[in-house]
């Protein structure tokens, strides 16, 4: 991908909303037409998405989808809850189904770089996979100390560093080829640029 696509990509949004989360969070967004809007701009509407797998949960209905763009695949899972009324029928399987497409859809574009400030330093607490349970990351434990990348953007570099088949040697050479550092030591805006490199390294 050119860098004149992934300049169009990453560029920051505007329109950011935030809405309650869990345990009094605030959780900050972008809506999915805006997503598409940029796809649109930046690819010149020369990409398609698709749902690979989808699960109905007792709760919950989960979703593979696949980002395609020329030779660039992404795939993520999206997820949401069932929605019923008091009684507990189901209202529509095929609108939860299609909020959680909607859901894997964002998160497969974050991984071309869109988006991408959503993983800046102003972010709610972040859940994190202990074993079998979630755990609460208390919001002191993300803070970044001089602007260092965030627990959110080290862990998310790690997982594209993975998916490319790099170890943390191949990892940490390329950072420094870019920024005269190892990744752990990159600030939050070096990391989303080196985010926005490793989602186009596949």
């Known amino acids: 991908m050119d860098q004149e696509k992934m300049r169009l990509l990453t560029r920051p949004f505007n329109d950011i909303k935030t809405r309650p989360g ?6 900050s967004y972008v809506e999915a037409h805006s997503i598409v809007q940029r796809l649109n701009e930046a690819l010149a509407g020369e990409w398609s998405f698709r749902v690979l797998e989808h699960d109905v949960r007792e709760g919950e209905v989960i979703v593979l989808g696949e980002l395609r763009a020329g030779d660039i695949v992404k795939q993520a899972f999206g997820g949401s809850e069932v929605t019923r009324m008091r009684e507990g029928k189901v209202v529509s399987l095929a609108d939860d189904l299609k909020s959680a497409s909607t859901d894997a859809l964002k998160k497969a574009a974050t991984l071309m770089g869109v988006a991408l400030q959503l993983y800046g330093v102003d972010e709610p607490p972040q859940r994190v996979h202990a074993g079998p349970k979630l755990v609460e990351q208390p919001p002191e434990a993300d803070a970044p100390p001089n602007n260092r990348l965030t627990r959110k953007q080290a862990e998310f570099i790690g997982k594209l560093a993975k998916s490319n088949g790099m170890g943390r040697h191949e990892l940490d050479e390329l950072a420094k080829q870019h920024y005269g550092k190892s990744a752990a030591f990159l600030t ?3 990391a989303s640029e080196f985010i926005a490199t490793l989602s186009t390294a596949a």
């Open 22 to 27: 869990r345990s009094g969070q605030s959780i």
């Open 188 to 190: 939050v805006k070096e």
